[in-house]
């Protein structure tokens, strides 16, 4: 099913989904903050909705500020929101399974007057990541809201992105205005 599905599926659009299974989230295998997950099968059928239909809500995000994450656990989950103040050239890092990955670092402020060390993973570093350099390298500093990093613990916090992470830059928020 995810061999299916992958391609149809983007970023805020909204789908009509039948012949799934609607069951409670398991949150020990997953970050995301929703009661329930759909299972697909291969009987499964997606269909894109057309229309911009404003009472169907959009991506929900709860934006911690940057000075929350001292005190917060390694591996928690959180939302964010801030100013790319720098980022760094992508490079390759290896895997303690042998594999390879991308990595890009940046540094991400808020209006606590906090800032954190940022660290893209694999795809993320491509064209979210070179959109995000080409920006701060013409003097502009983007704004960036992050969905669901990880909280990590490399020479002091830091967040890191995951498989399940969001990014938006420059989003059309009311956060986002105020920043």
């Known amino acids: 099913a995810v061999d299916q599905f992958y391609d149809l599926i983007e970023v805020d659009k909204v ?26 099968e291969p009987s499964s059928s997606i269909e894109v909705c057309s229309g911009d239909d404003s009472s169907i809500p959009k ?44 990595k890009r670092v940046l540094q991400l402020k808020d209006m606590s007057g906090c800032s954190v060390e940022m660290t893209f ?11 995000l350099q080409s920006l701060c390298d013409s003097g502009l500093n983007p704004i960036l809201a992050l969905k669901s990093g990880r909280v ?21 928020f009311p956060e986002a205005e105020r920043l």
């Open 59 to 102: 991506q929900q995000f709860n934006f911690r500020q940057i000075s929350e994450i001292a005190n917060m656990d390694k591996d928690t989950t959180v939302d964010l929101l801030g100013v790319v103040t720098s980022v760094r050239p992508s490079f390759t890092v290896m895997l303690k399974n042998g594999g390879e990955t991308q």
């Open 152 to 172: 990590g613990e490399f020479n002091g916090k830091t967040v890191g992105t995951t498989s399940s992470s969001l990014l938006k830059i420059n989003p059309d």
């Open 15 to 40: 789908y009509l989904v039948s012949r799934g299974s609607l069951k409670p989230a398991n949150k020990r295998f997953s970050p995301l903050n929703n009661d329930y997950e759909i299972n697909l």
């Open 121 to 131: 993973w694999g795809n993320f570093c491509d064209a979210e990541g070179q959109q």
